[in-house]
């Protein structure tokens, strides 16, 4: 049972160390004596460093083994690697994520509210022989400006 | 609406970059039938605008946003979006990007012109409820997505 276990957990935490979401140069990091090599003692540092901990272990080793067997079979382990990823990922990764997240909503409720002014603007007539300014409505006429395009 | 109320508010098209060019992101199929692409130049711009205005019968002034595209960016336009703009400068009615706010902006619109032309007086802005958020005229519930160019097509036909 432990033979199974030890390999894939290795695995997946070699797969973490490696993948970007660790942050910058995790090999660099790692080796703190900057020898060029991760000895032992490094990595276990390492790691204890970036998992907080055994907590995460545990819980990664029970989010792995869904049926509770005590054992990560193939599927399981495949199956549950999106988990394993999440809770390997850094907080500032999360935060990162949301703060993007948050910017893209922003993008699409962009824009003018009712009661804002209308910003001006000059603009050529399609025929090219007039050009509409638009501050030159204000106290005669209310305009509609649909924007659009063929496609 | 532009036949109902030209003479009570001035309108105007404004031709902007494509939102369904044949060799943009997301082309759509009759876009590559007519051979509409991203523009390249003012030039390109104005004859696809024209070729809009030919082919749906517009009679609605048009205006081309320079190949900066600033007016376009000044009022988030892209793809498409409706607006009303009150004598004082002030929007009336500023609906949401895209299909699905471009319905209820016209709606809006036409409610406005329609209050507007029959009292003479322009509707009030609405004001700030408690949170001190501005109600906004022209946004209600999304409606179901249509190509803009349907939906502005049948409205343009139906209301003249």
Redesign the interface.
Known sequence: MLNKVIPILITVLLIAICSPAWGQGGFGEADSNSDGKIDAKELKKYVANKLDGFDKIDAMFRALDKDGDTGISEDEFEDRMEVVRSLMRSRTDNAKRQQRRRRSQSQRDSGLKVGQEAPTFKLKSLDGKSETDLASFKGKKPVILIFGSYS | ?YQD?KD???????????????D?RR??N??KE?G?TEHDNYDER?T??????D?ESLT???????MDN???Q?????????????????????AE?GPWGFKPGLEA?IQ??ES?SESGK?PE??QKNAKGD?????SDQPERRRR??QS?RNDQKKSG
Not at chain 2, 8 to 22: C, L, T
Not at chain 2, 48 to 53: E, N, P
Not at chain 2, 60 to 66: N, T
Not at chain 2, 134 to 138: F, K, L, R, Y
């Open positions: 609406m109320y009570v508010a001035e309108f105007r098209m404004v031709y902007i970059n494509e939102a369904h060019a044949a943009g082309p759509v009759y876009a007519k509409i104005c696809t605008a024209q070729m809009l205005l082919d609605i002034p048009c205006l081309i946003d320079g600033k007016v376009n000044a009022y988030s336009a892209w793809p498409d979006r409706i607006f009303l703009v009150r004598t004082d400068g002030r929007l009336a009615v500023a990007r619109s406005w012109l507007f322009e802005l609405p501005q109600t906004d005229e022209g803009r160019n502005n």
